[in-house]
């Protein structure tokens, strides 16, 4: 008995290539060079943290994450394709091998899809509170390093402290040990001057200090 044979659906070359390509929202421009050097310099002026600000200043077109992206694609620190380079002696993974940043990719085109359907003053509202929280995080952050910067003043101040009351006690204690150095030396050299001069020979005594010693009491009784 012959099976019957299945056939298998055909795929073609074109059909397979469309599969794997990445579906694009298309309400969102390209980066453009200007647009790059505009980046470059609000990044300059506002910093590479405050994303949402930064968004704002480039007129709420794209997200902050999706700012944020492609700034680190302008610095290295990622790259398309899924390839790798080396930053600092440490590799850095594409995006396309890095399921987080793939994650950040999907929210970021979700956002932008979002935003095609907004009106500019929305837009622009949405913005508005976004740079806000931007701010407040900002602020708070700035708030948390000045605190741990008293905190790390007011430990260097005990710190000093410490070490001055540790090196006055030594100094002290150096010096009590210096005073009774000298006693010391001062008792020694009495000591050898007292025993020098018992050592000295005595001088003979004569006959007549002799009678006189033995008769310096009669001699008193008499002639009082």
Known sequence: ???????????TKAEAEGKRKRKSSGSVPRWGTEEE???RAIVAELGDKAWAAVAERMGAVRSASATEQHWQIMTGKR???????????????????????????????????????????????RAAERASKAEARAAE???????KAVEKAAREAKRVE????????????????????????????????????ASLPKMP???YLLFCNDHRDATKMENP
Request: aromatic share 0%; glycine share 4%; proline share 2%.
């Open 162 to 197: 410490r070490e001055q009351v540790a090196a006055d006690r030594k100094a002290e204690k150096e010096k009590k040990l210096e005073e009774k150095a000298e006693r010391a030396e001062k008792v020694q050299a009495a000591k050898e001057a007292k025993e020098a001069k």
């Open 79 to 125: 790259k398309r394709h899924g390839k790798a380079t080396e930053e600092g002696g440490a590799a850095v993974v594409m995006a396309d091998h890095d399921p987080t940043l793939e994650k950040a990719d999907k929210l970021a085109t979700a956002e932008d899809k979002e935003a095609s359907g907004l009106s500019a003053e929305e837009k622009a509202a």
């Open 1 to 11: 008995m012959v099976a019957d044979e299945v056939e298998a659906p055909t795929v």
């Open 37 to 39: 050097e505009k980046l």
């Open 205 to 207: 005594r004569s006959s």
């Open 141 to 147: 952050r700035e708030a948390k390093a000045e605190a």
